[in-house]
């Protein structure tokens, strides 16, 4: 640590292509400059994430529902209590 907060030595950041990818590598380094003008903005550094996110992990579809995950007895139907003592009152019912 000393030698990065006195001699201003780069952060030693070795982890393998497998653990970490080279892009990811490359933002995390230039995040970590000791000289802040060359460092990424905080909305350049979120923009570079989101554009390496869907780089490298592309959206899959969705999994599709299978029959047992349905709603049956999973109360799905939102709770209406509130709607219901506000019908009371006026008078209706639910």
């Known amino acids: 640590m000393f ?42 550094a979120v923009r570079e994430l989101a554009l390496l996110q869907q780089r490298l992990f592309p959206v899959l579809p969705p999994p599709a529902l299978t029959a047992t995950s349905g709603s049956q007895g999973s109360g799905s139907e939102p709770n209406n209590s509130s709607h219901n003592k506000n019908n009371s009152i006026n008078g209706t019912s639910a």
């Open 3 to 44: 030698a990065v907060a006195v001699k201003q030595q780069p952060l030693p950041f070795s982890l393998p292509p497998t653990r970490c990818p080279p892009q990811l590598a490359r933002l995390v380094m230039l995040c970590m400059d000791h000289d802040p003008i060359r460092r990424p903005s905080a909305l350049e």
